[in-house]
């Protein structure tokens, strides 16, 4: 969890730094997006009912 906030920080650091076409935003979107993505799933997904 720790790891996944971290690089999603990092990321839309990217992401800003790519909007003053510093970075090709065409790259660091989607990887924005991956690691929310991926983050939200892992911190949801913790405590599902798995059955008896």
């Known amino acids: 969890m720790i790891i996944g906030s971290t690089a999603t920080l990092v990321l839309f650091f990217l992401n ?29 997904h913790r405590k599902t009912f798995k059955g008896f």
């Open 16 to 44: 800003l730094l790519s909007f003053m076409d510093i970075f090709p935003i065409y790259i660091t979107s989607p990887l924005l997006f991956i690691t929310l993505f991926i983050t939200l799933y892992l911190i949801n």
